[in-house]
């Protein structure tokens, strides 16, 4: 069974898509079997692997009335072992589409079921907003990634964003975890920076990565490119952050799944 991590703050710029295309890539480099799903109608992900005319299907056909499995939608990338399910511009109507609809919020969780076995992680990638699509996110998800960046007000919505996360986890999906918060587009030269990486911290404490995502302007460029950070500059500050988180986030999977074992083998022992 796939790993779901969904990827959301409801501000936009704080580098969602960019740990999203870069945390898959890297998983799919460890040789996970990786689905990034896009569901951002905005389609910064997509893009950053196919050419606009390429993307035909979306997971917005999958939401909507199920006229097309998710299975149908996904598509492999050039890159070993990572596949995308694309999003479309469509997508922002989405939103209008589910009103009144009961099971709304549990269109993504059920339409991945048939993919959960073909997949050992799979990365959503959520729109700057709290709405629907990143609702979807948030009920399909395992584990919650939440990237902020060091800046002034980095901790401006925060607790809305909690607050929603917090009401995810009391109906929709109790077994939803933080995996962790990462600060991205971190500039070590500025006070205001190690200021706000300080203020996190206070917040966050241990539920802060480690690892910190500096600046790094290959990483702005590497989508232009239809380029992963490893394969764009696999030698820059940009891809050894984000091999690095990657390897924080595995090692934080595995213990919590580690310890869901444990207690469930001390349960049926009992
Ligand atoms: N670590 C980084 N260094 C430099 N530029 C970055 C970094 N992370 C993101 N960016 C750039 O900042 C902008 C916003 O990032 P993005 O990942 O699209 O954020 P979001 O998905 O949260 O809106 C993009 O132009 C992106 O290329
Ligand atoms: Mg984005």
């Known amino acids: 069974m796939a790993t779901v991590i969904a990827i959301a703050n ?11 295309i870069n945390l898959a890539a890297a998983f799919a480099r460890k040789k996970k079997r990786t689905l990034l799903v896009d569901l951002d109608p905005q389609a910064n992900s997509t893009l950053t692997f196919f050419p606009l005319d390429e ?21 492999p990338t050039r890159f070993a072992n990572l596949c995308v399910a694309p999003a479309k511009i469509a997508l922002a109507k989405l939103e209008a589409n589910l009103v009144g609809q009961f099971d709304a919020p549990f269109r993504l969780k059920d ?29 399909a998800a395992n584990y919650l990634l939440v990237p902020i960046q060091a800046a002034y007000y980095a901790l401006e919505g925060t607790d809305d964003f909690l607050e929603t996360f917090e009401r995810i986890r009391a109906r929709p999906n109790p077994d939803l975890q933080l995996v962790g ?4 587009l971190f500039d070590k030269r500025t006070n205001l920076a190690r200021d ?3 203020q996190v911290r206070q917040v966050f404490g241990d539920k802060l990565f480690k690892t910190v995502i500096g600046k790094n302007v290959r990483l702005e460029e590497s989508p232009a490119y239809k380029e992963t950070i490893f394969s764009f500059a696999p030698d820059s500050p940009g891809a050894e952050d984000y091999e690095r988180l990657a390897r924080e986030v595995l090692q934080r999977v595995a213990y919590r799944e580690n310890k869901h074992t444990v207690s469930n083998a001390r349960a049926t022992s009992a």
Do not use: W
């Open 196 to 198: 706000s990486l300080k």
């Open 111 to 139: 339409a991945l079921v048939p993919s959960r076995d073909q997949f050992d992680m799979i990365v959503i990638d959520t729109p700057p907003t709290l709405g629907i699509m990143t609702v979807n996110g948030l009920v």
């Open 55 to 75: 993307v035909t299907h979306s997971v917005y056909e999958v939401l909507t009335d199920h006229q097309m499995t998710f299975p149908e939608i996904v598509k």
């Open 10 to 20: 409801q501000k936009g710029g704080v580098g969602k898509t960019t740990t999203a």
């Open 181 to 184: 918060v990462v600060i991205t």
